[in-house]
C-alpha cells in the first residue's frame, strides 16, 4: 500500500513541531511538506533542533501533491485555508476551534468573529474517535477538539450516556504551560509561571462550548450547567481534569460497578485506560492516552472522575494523527503506540 502523503501548515507552532515528530515516525505515513510564516525558507532542524532528522526545509505555501493536511493555525486563521484544500480534494484535520462548533452563531460569543463558511461547521466532524470513529472515517475535514475538551469530554461522556449524573457539573482543570502554545507572551515567561499556580477565564474559557455540545449531543434531554475552570500549572506538558456531579437517586453505584461502566463504554478505544489509582499527567507524557478514574464520594453522593492526558498527544497532535488513520482506513494506533517517558 502506498505510503499516505501529508503536509503540515504552521509546522513553527507546538502542535505543528509535535505533530512533525509523529508523523515522521508514523509506518504508513511520507511527511512531503511543511509550511510555516515567520521561518519560511529555513530548515526545519535549524528552527527545531529536535527535528534535525527530518529533512525539510519550511516553505511559504504548501505546493506539494497531498492526501491529507494538518493545518495547525491559530484560530479564525484555519478558515481561510481549509475551503480551498477542500475543493481539492484534500482531506483535512484542523488542529484549530474554527470547525469545532456546530452553531455558526457561538463564533461570534466565544471567538469575536463572524464564521465565513457556517455550511462547512455542518460537514465537519468533531474529531473525539471514542465518540466519532464512523463520522470520522468518512470526514473530509475534522475538527480537532481542544486540549481541556478532550479531558472533561472523555471523563463524563459514560455517566451522561448512562444518565447516571444530574446535568450539573464542575470541571477543574489544570494544565501546563505548552497548552498556550510558542508564541510568546509575559503570562508564559519560565519567572511568572514557576512557582506559580492559578486559575483564568473565570468568565468563561472558549473549551466550555465545546463541552456542552457534545455533552448535550450524548443525551439532548438533559439541560446542562457546567463550570469549568482552567489553571496554569508550572510543568511543560500535561492537562489534569477532575470532574464533579451529582449522582442520579437510586443508581446504586459501588466503585466497582463505576469502573464497569466505564470499561464498557470504551471498550472499543484503545487510547483510553480505566485506572485503579488516581493518574499523574507523568504517567502520559508524549503519548496518545487518556487516563481516566472514575471514583465515588459516597459521603456527599457526587461522582469525581479524574481525567489525564498530553495536550499536545491526545490533546493535540497525537489525537490528530488518530482522525488521520481512521480517514485513511490504517489501524487506528498506527504511528502512536509509544509509552511515556518515565522518569
Ligand atoms: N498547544 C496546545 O496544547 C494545543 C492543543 C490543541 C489544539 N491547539 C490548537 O492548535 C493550533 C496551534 O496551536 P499551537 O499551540 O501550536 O500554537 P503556537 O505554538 O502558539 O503557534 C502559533 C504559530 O502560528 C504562527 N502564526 C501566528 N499567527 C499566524 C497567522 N495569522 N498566520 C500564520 N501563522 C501564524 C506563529 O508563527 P510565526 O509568527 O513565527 O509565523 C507560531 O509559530 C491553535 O489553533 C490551538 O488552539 C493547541
Known amino acids: 500500500m502506498a505510503k499516505i502523503r501529508a503536509g503540515i501548515i ?27 510564516r515567520s521561518a519560511a525558507g529555513q530548515k526545519l532542524g535549524d528552527v527545531f533542533p529536535s527535528l534535525a532528522g527530518i529533512n525539510h526545509t519550511i516553505e511559504a505555501e504548501l505546493n506539494s501533491e497531498v492526501d491529507v493536511v494538518f493545518s495547525a493555525m491559530p484560530h479564525k486563521s484555519s478558515t481561510d485555508i481549509v475551503a480551498p484544500l477542500l475543493k481539492q480534494g484534500i482531506r483535512v484535520v484542523d488542529a484549530s476551534a474554527d470547525f469545532r462548533l456546530k452553531n455558526a452563531g457561538e463564533y461570534a460569543k466565544w471567538y469575536g468573529f463572524t464564521h465565513p463558511l457556517p455550511k462547512l461547521l455542518e460537514q465537519a466532524v468533531f474529531g473525539l474517535s471514542e465518540l466519532h470513529k464512523n463520522e470520522i472515517a468518512s470526514a473530509a475535514l475534522v475538527a480537532n477538539p481542544g486540549c481541556y475538551s478532550t479531558g472533561a469530554i472523555l471523563a463524563l461522556a459514560p455517566l451522561v450516556k448512562q444518565g447516571l449524573i444530574h446535568p450539573d457539573i464542575v470541571v477543574d482543570s489544570k494544565s501546563g504551560v505548552s497548552g498556550a502554545g510558542r508564541t510568546l507572551s509575559l503570562t508564559t515567561h519560565y519567572s511568572e509561571v514557576n512557582d506559580d499556580i492559578c486559575a483564568y477565564s473565570l468568565e468563561g474559557h472558549r473549551h466550555l462550548p465545546e463541552i456542552e455540545q457534545e455533552l448535550k449531543e450524548l443525551d439532548p434531554s438533559l439541560s446542562f450547567s457546567v463550570t469549568f475552570i482552567p489553571h496554569l500549572v508550572p510543568m511543560t506538558r500535561g492537562i489534569l481534569s477532575t470532574c464533579y456531579a451529582k449522582s442520579v437517586d437510586g443508581c446504586r453505584l459501588t466503585t466497582d460497578s463505576l469502573k464497569q461502566v466505564y470499561l ?75 509509552l511515556a517517558i518515565y522518569p
Open 10 to 36: 504552521n509546522v513553527t507552532g507546538y502542535i505543528g513541531a509535535e505533530l512533525a515528530r509523529l508523523l515522521h515516525q508514523h509506518p504508513q505515513v511520507r511527511l512531503v511538506a511543511v509550511t510555516g
Open 264 to 338: 464498557e463504554f470504551y471498550r472499543h478505544a484503545p487510547f483510553i485506560q480505566i485506572t485503579t489509582h488516581p493518574p499523574h499527567t507523568k504517567h502520559v507524557w508524549g503519548t496518545n492516552f487518556c487516563l481516566i478514574h472514575p471514583t465515588i464520594d459516597s459521603r456527599t453522593n457526587r461522582l469525581v472522575v479524574i481525567s489525564c492526558l498530553d495536550n499536545l498527544g491526545k490533546g493535540g497532535a497525537g489525537q490528530a494523527v488518530q482522525n488521520m488513520n481512521l480517514m485513511f482506513d490504517l489501524s487506528e494506533t498506527a504511528g502512536l503506540e509509544a
